[in-house]
């Protein structure tokens, strides 16, 4: 099977900005609560949110892929990012923020349906496994830098050096100044309609997908449902995912009130090491 590197490569920055939008969660939690003044409780609804989508929108997506093909409904789903992420920046609230994190949440999950099956075509079935591990490395580089730009934009938006930067003085202008940290979602909007305008100019390869990669049928899904073994796998990858992402996006909170360190500095840091870290384990595991 010939092998399309173009289309690798834009499997592996779809990767990237999934990643950028996803884990951003964890350092701004603190700056959620204290913005909206809502609850601990309250502020877990918006990983929540956001995660519940995948469980939402994974056989959907499925069937989605199976009818259009994959070109337009990464498209789409990268168009729901820039959806999600303009409605929060532009009005910025907690109820806006549920609605628009459900949306993102979407489209990632639609778009992690629809690029596994395309990076076995354009990187070629024997290199699958390598690539696999590969784009979870890169996935996890995003997670690491993302808490970062973060940091860079709170710390320094509303400054006098944000004057000199265009990129701080477009963001100023446009992001309340009691939440520097709303800036993020601009970025994101930016992203992900870069993203769109990308695959709209992409030649896409012909997708055979396998047995195991095809959505399959109604009928199906409501026999897997009634066996134990499926919904002991579901708990078992839902008690992972709280563990994972309960760490990253509390670690900055905790950090803060338990040991009094600034969340955006010290909080981000940490944050983006809780990724490193696995995203050296994902490297160890390459090897």
């Known amino acids: 099977m010939q092998r399309n590197r173009y289309m690798v490569s834009i499997v592996f920055l779809t990767f990237f900005v999934m990643s950028l939008l996803t884990n951003i969660l964890g350092p701004i939690v603190p700056d959620i609560i204290s913005s909206f003044k809502v609850s601990l409780a309250a502020a877990a609804l918006l990983p929540f949110s956001f995660f519940i989508a995948y469980g939402v929108m994974s056989i959907p997506a499925g069937f989605l892929v199976d009818r259009f093909s994959e070109k337009p409904v ?33 489209g990632m999950a639609t778009l992690q349906t629809a690029i596994n099956p ?29 808490p970062y730009i973060y940091s860079y934009l709170v710390l320094n938006l509303g400054t006098p050096k944000a004057a000199e930067n265009p ?11 009691a939440l520097p940290w709303a800036s993020m979602y601009w970025i994101f909007a ?57 760490t990253a996006d509390w670690i900055s909170k905790f950090l803060s009130t338990y040991h009094g360190f600034d969340p955006h500095k010290t909080g981000a840091a940490a944050g983006s090491w809780v990724w490193g870290l696995l995203t050296a384990g994902c490297f160890n595991g390459i090897g």
């Open 74 to 106: 990464m498209i789409a789903a990268f168009f729901a990012g820039t959806t999600g992420s303009l409605s929060f920046a532009l009005h910025p609230s907690y109820g806006v923020a549920i609605v628009s994190l459900f949306v993102m949440g979407s």
């Open 167 to 177: 990129l701080l003085a477009t963001l100023g202008k446009i992001t309340p100044p």
């Open 190 to 246: 930016l992203v992900t309609l870069i993203m769109v305008a990308v695959l709209v100019f992409s030649r896409f390869p012909c997708v055979e997908r396998t047995a195991d990669e095809s959505a399959g049928s109604r009928a199906m899904y409501g026999s897997l449902f009634r066996k134990p073994l499926v919904w002991a796998y579901f708990l078992a990858i839902f008690a992972y995912v709280g563990c994972e992402q309960g």
């Open 118 to 146: 395309l990076l076995r075509v354009a990187g070629g079935e024997e290199h699958f496994a390598f690539n696999s591990a590969f784009a979870q490395l890169i996935f996890g580089l995003a997670s690491f830098i993302s």
